[in-house]
């Protein structure tokens, strides 16, 4: 069964920033794509960034351009979205889907077969 781990969530005031990390199972994780989404309280889940197994490739959504990065280290099987510069509007849960099979995935979200329980990320004033 595979598995994916999300951490690193919290409490965060405006400007401050996190890392959070996807630990995924399989051994040849480092074949997938996968992606970070978020889900607020009442909304649908919203892509944030995804990239390649090899890290060649990656793609992000609009309101994480120039604060936040998804980058991957595929030797301890771990995906990570560093978050910059944090909003209120920032709060959510955030999710690590990844595909099942190798090849490109975007912003959609049944492009992803496998999917973490997510971590929370909360803005406080």
């Known amino acids: 069964q595979v598995q994916l781990v999300e951490s690193g969530g919290g409490v965060v005031r405006p400007g401050d920033s996190l890392r959070l990390s996807c630990v995924g199972s399989?051994?040849?994780?480092?074949?997938?794509?996968v992606g970070w989404f978020r889900q607020a309280v009442g909304k649908g889940r919203e892509f944030v960034a995804g990239m390649s197994g090899s890290g060649n490739g990656k793609r992000q959504s609009d309101f994480a351009a120039g604060r936040f990065a998804i980058s991957r280290e595929n030797a301890k099987n771990t995906v990570y979205l560093e978050m910059n510069r944090l909003r209120p509007e920032d709060t959510a849960v955030y999710f690590c889907?990844?595909?099942?099979?190798?090849?490109?995935?975007?912003?959609?979200?049944?492009?992803?077969?496998?999917w973490g329980q997510g971590t929370q990320v909360t803005g406080s004033s």
């Open positions: 399989r051994r040849t994780f480092g074949n997938y794509y």
């Open positions: 889907g990844e595909r099942a099979g190798t090849g490109r995935a975007g912003s959609a979200e049944h492009e992803y077969d496998y």
